[in-house]
């Protein structure tokens, strides 16, 4: 058995983890390796509050994994081989970290306890702005502060036995793989501090083998480090004109650290540094902003990018085993390129966005002959995006059509018996595909945030007005008002779609589930 | 999954060509006997009859060919598109307004053909008076608008493309096990 484990720490390891949830979630990660492995997400932030990335993340989890039941059924076992493999997260866990609401760094060094020098010492380390800062917002770019912590909490949980970290070992023996990637930024605050300290002491502690047989496990740990790649407005808490000086400083520790040359890999991410927008309640896409002011119990919630899909595809490629190679040797550093142009024409200038045109810029195996079954991430993300349009959008707006039920798509036929309020049916999590709405929902949020921030060219999900263009689901909707299959769901036609699900073959007993799992081999592009 | 589409979509194509082929052969056999027989028995009559007997059979086999064809059609846009709600109610309308206009023009090909063989003197020429006689004479009519009728409910209604509903009970039962999934997971 393979047992593979991210540590996210920080907001940006909670988005490198939403990506690789999605990742998995499409089959991705289960076609670069053998189906039988487990996969465990460790969450590490302060920033716990509701609307944050981490509570963002674990609702994602939450999703895919309520969904699962309906996600994993073989509807056609001549194509079993190679259907749509999700695979949820088996087992989420979080560290704890010894705050409260009102928690700051004075409050957890006990300032009042500290002697004459200890207290000059402290100011002099950590100016009034770090000492009031309200931890359970997170460390907000400020790596100075996240570093105290997380060391002195590792000591404490390490022995715990069902703490945070021995619990990772709870159901692998010592002839099983363990493979553990940290995952966090360079730049930021809990990530930079988080990252690099934890992953040392993890893999220092295992190599000791105070607690077990642990020695073996400290060979397969990895690094997944984010450089600077997006912008945040001025009027935050959160200087992004530091990232680049942080990450300067932070490459210059891990180059003269001895933690690279303790891990088996360490991959280092980056992009254009893109202006970040999340959408709102009401649809609209705004700056990210986090105002000093802004209030205790609102989280930092950041959106998706396209630098963390490729980390998170690199962190499938390290637990599938699959370590870039140049010239046939092994990377142990390793930084992953969208492009490499050796015509100095073709430059794209530092100021221009680099537009996402093709999927061939994430790279997803070594190439020539190393190239296995997986030749690119194209189809695993196009086919998430084609079940959320579907069963989203289209069957959605087809449930809630005030039409006959003799004039209703034949699987709707096939699934439910007649009734009127069919909309309320195909919503309900007992007798509908309500939580497979909830999964869709929650990649849909993924995948449109992808393509606001670079990714439109290749998933077409904005519309734009300019060219009369409707937002994806709005079209699809409109189709499906109509009962009209005359669109193309990103490159299958809806009506080849719509065709084979008619003749979905369900069991009565789960038949939604085989609504579900038939519409996800629908979406998955095969060759005609 | 593509499979089932295709087991589904022959057997309905093969149900509905094979009933076509029925009623496109066995009525005329049936009725072309007593049609004869009600005919005079001198020449002149019997050879109207016969060939009266002869071209309404290939009038009912074209009207029963073109009918076919016809849902065939239909069936095929059908199951191209695979749509559902407004544009299937509409395309199913046309369906079944074409069917009866073409149940009409065959049944009025049959008549148009009877007049054009002799127009008025017919009945009491060729043809006893009696009501039996003239009930036979109308037999490729009525076998017409019924093999007609037969054929247009059961391409729209036992064997419809597969984005319709099928509305007859033993066929629906069919088609509800061919869609039936053996457990597997």
Redesign the interface.
């Known amino acids: 058995m393979k047992k593979f484990v991210l540590v996210a720490i920080g907001g940006t390891g909670m988005r490198v983890a939403q990506s690789l949830v999605a990742l998995a979630a499409s089959g991705f990660l289960s076609d670069l390796c053998e189906p039988d492995y487990r996969l465990e997400i460790r969450l590490v932030d302060l920033d716990i509050v509701p609307g944050s990335d981490k509570i963002e993340l674990e609702e994602m989890i939450r999703c895919v994994n309520e969904a699962m039941p309906s996600l994993?059924?073989?509807?056609?076992?001549?194509?079993a081989h190679s259907r749509w493999k999700a695979k949820g997260i088996d087992r989420m866990k979080t560290l704890i970290p010894p705050i409260d609401d009102r928690s700051t760094l004075s409050d957890l060094i006990c300032e009042g306890n500290l002697d004459d020098s200890e207290k000059m010492a402290f100011h002099a380390l950590f100016a009034e702005d770090d000492r009031t800062l309200v931890l359970r917002r997170g460390c907000k770019g400020r790596p100075r502060i996240g570093s105290m912590l997380w060391a002195e909490h590792f000591d404490q949980d390490w022995r715990n036995k069902g703490g945070f970290w021995q619990s990772i070992f709870d159901d692998i023996g010592t002839e099983d793989e363990l493979r553990v990637m940290f995952a966090g930024s360079v730049f930021g605050g809990t990530g930079a501090s988080g990252t690099p300290t934890l992953a040392q002491k993890f893999i220092r502690a295992c190599r000791l083998g105070e607690t077990g047989n642990t020695a073996s496990f400290a060979n397969h740990v990895a690094l997944t480090l984010m450089l600077p790649y997006f912008d945040v407005g001025q009027d935050t808490d959160v200087d992004s004109g530091l990232f680049a000086i942080n990450s300067k400083m932070a490459l210059k520790y891990y180059e003269t650290s001895e933690l690279l040359s303790e891990v088996e890999f360490a991959q280092f991410v980056g992009d254009d540094r893109r202006q970040m927008e999340k959408k709102d309640e009401q649809g609209k896409w705004g700056r990210v902003r986090l105002d000093r002011g802004s209030r205790v119990d609102e989280g930092q919630n950041d959106p998706s990018m396209p630098a963390e899909l490729m980390a998170a595809i690199g962190i499938c490629r390290y637990f599938a085993g699959d370590i870039p190679t140049v010239n046939n040797v092994r990377q142990k550093v390793y930084v992953p390129l969208k492009w490499t142009n050796t015509n100095p024409e073709m430059d794209v200038a530092p100021e221009d966005p680099f537009v996402l045109k093709s999927f061939d810029y994430f790279p997803v195996n070594n190439g020539g002959v190393d190239a296995g079954a997986v030749r690119t991430v194209q189809d695993y993300i196009l086919r998430l995006e084609r079940f959320c349009l579907m069963l989203g959008c289209y069957y959605r707006t087809?449930a809630a059509?005030d039409?006959?039920?003799?004039?209703?798509?034949?699987v709707f036929?096939?699934v439910w018996r007649k009734q009127n309020d069919l909309l309320e049916t195909y919503e309900s999590r007992n007798d509908g595909v309500g939580s497979a709405l909830a999964f869709a929902e929650s990649m849909f949020r993924w995948l449109e945030e992808l393509d606001h921030h670079g990714m439109h060219d290749l998933l077409l999900i904005e519309g734009d007005t300019r060219f009369n263009m409707p937002h994806i689901q709005e079209a699809v909707s409109r189709a499906a008002?109509?009962?009209?299959?005359?669109l193309d769901v990103m490159g299958i036609p809806c009506?080849?779609?719509?065709?084979?699900?008619?003749?979905?073959?369900?069991?009565?007993?789960g038949a939604t589930k085989?609504f579900v799992s038939?519409l996800m081999?629908?979406c998955v592009l095969r060759a005609q | 999954m593509k499979a089932n589409v295709g087991k589904r979509v022959t057997a309905r194509v093969i149900a509905t060509l094979c009933l076509a082929v029925a009623l496109a052969l066995i009525p005329p056999m049936i009725y072309h006997n007593p049609l004869y027989a009600a005919f005079y028995l001198d020449d002149a009559a019997k050879e109207i009859g016969s060939q009266f007997s002869d071209n309404t059979r290939w009038i009912h086999l074209g009207g029963i060919v073109v009918i076919w064809l016809m849902n065939l059609l239909f069936f095929i846009t059908n199951e191209k598109k695979g749509d559902y709600g407004r544009e299937l109610e509409r395309r199913t309308r046309l369906q079944g307004l074409l069917n009866f206009l073409l149940l009409v023009v065959s049944v009025a090909a049959m008549i148009g053909y009877r007049f054009m063989v002799n127009g008025e003197v017919w009945i009491g020429t060729y043809l006893p008076n009696a009501q039996m006689s003239i009930l036979t004479l109308y037999a490729p009519y009525y076998t017409m608008a019924l093999s007609a009728a037969i054929l247009w409910a059961f391409c729209m209604r036992a064997a419809p493309a597969t984005n319709c509903a099928v509305r007859c009970y033993l066929p629906k039962k069919i088609d509800e096990r061919m869609k039936r999934a053996e457990r597997t997971r």
């Not at chain 1, 039409?403 to 034949?410: H, V």
Request: glycine letters at 2%; one cysteine or more; hydrophobic letters at 25%.
């Open positions: 994993s059924i073989i509807v056609d076992r001549e194509t087809s059509l039409t006959k039920w003799n004039y209703r798509p034949e036929r096939t008002e109509l009962g009209s299959t005359n009506a080849q779609i719509t065709a084979q699900m008619n003749s979905a073959r369900v069991d009565p007993q085989y038939s081999e629908c």
